[in-house]
Nanobody, 124 residues
Framework: QVQLVESGGGLVQAGGSLRLSCAASGRTFSRYVMAWFRQAPGKEREFVAAISWIGGGTMYADSVKGRYTISRDNAKNTVYLQMNSLKPEDTAVYYC?????????????????WGQGTQVTVSS
């Protein structure tokens, strides 16, 4: 069982930056693929970024590539999402997710555990 708690959301102006954190419980955190998703009002939950536990390989949605960076610190059981050059269309609730597998995936149904979400609002 893995419990995930996100933090770091807030209100920021367009062009600004935020760093989200996701603290995970569980002794096998280092063996989980970790990901971030987001969901805007009236829209489906969408993939943002993922990081594997083998080699630290990463995957990004095209909409955030070059602006967002996902990273993990297995010693701290924490995954991060550094978000730069934020745009109003990045406004959403951001969710951390964990997958007990080797490969990164984009589909929400591929992930076994979810956090409660943190709100990110980007003003124009």
């Amino acid at each position: 069982q893995v419990q995930l708690v996100e933090s770091g959301g807030g209100l920021v102006q367009a062009g600004g930056s935020l760093r989200l954190s996701c603290a995970a419980s569980g002794r096998t955190f280092s063996r989980y693929v970790m990901a971030w998703f987001r969901q805007a009002p009236g829209k489906e939950r969408e993939f943002v970024a993922a990081i594997s536990w083998i080699g630290g390989g990463t995957m990004y949605a095209d909409s955030v590539k070059g602006r967002y960076t996902i990273s993990r610190d297995n010693a701290k059981n924490t995954v991060y999402l550094q978000m730069n050059s934020l745009k109003p269309e990045d406004t959403a609730v951001y969710y951390c997710a964990a997958r007990n597998a080797v490969t990164t995936k984009r589909g929400p149904s591929e992930y076994d555990y979810w956090g409660q979400g943190t709100q990110v609002t980007v003003s124009s």
